[in-house]
């Protein structure tokens, strides 16, 4: 597994987290989503999502729940809980300050020098 790989992991939970805050979302509607708003840069299948779902769920930071749709189907929706809300922000601090910190030794003063 390269290092791509783990950075990408390591930011799925605090994605899917930002998601959840927006709107209740099922597992398939989070992976295109997420495929959609990261251009393409984080492509996971639904499988390789619901450990992670799991475990926020066992943390008690999101919340999941059935509603139907059509005549036979149902769907599990997940809801990010005020515990997760705050938990969200937290990672969301962490995260950007370890970015800000690696762009600086990385020699990258601001974002119009990401962009070259």
């Known amino acids: 597994m390269g290092i791509s790989d783990n950075l990408k992991r ?3 939970e605090l994605m899917l987290l930002t998601m959840l805050k927006e709107e209740d979302m099922y597992g398939y509607q989070l992976t295109q989503t997420l495929a959609e ?7 996971i299948k639904e499988g390789s999502m619901y450990p992670t779902l799991y475990r926020l769920l066992g943390k008690g930071l ?3 729940y059935q509603k139907k749709v059509g005549a036979r189907r ?3 929706y997940y809801h990010l ?3 997760g809300d705050a938990y969200l922000g937290e990672i969301r ?4 300050s370890l970015n800000q910190g690696v762009l600086r030794v990385l020699g990258y003063n601001g974002l119009e020098e990401l962009a070259k």
């Not at 708003?37 to 492509?43: L, N, P, T, V």
């Not at 601090?93 to 950007?96: A, D, F, M, R």
């Open 81 to 83: 809980e005020p515990e």
């Open 93 to 96: 601090k962490e995260y950007i």
């Open 10 to 12: 390591g930011t799925i």
């Open 62 to 64: 999101i919340s999941d």
């Open 74 to 76: 149902t769907r599990v």
């Open 37 to 43: 708003r990261s251009g393409g840069q984080f492509i």
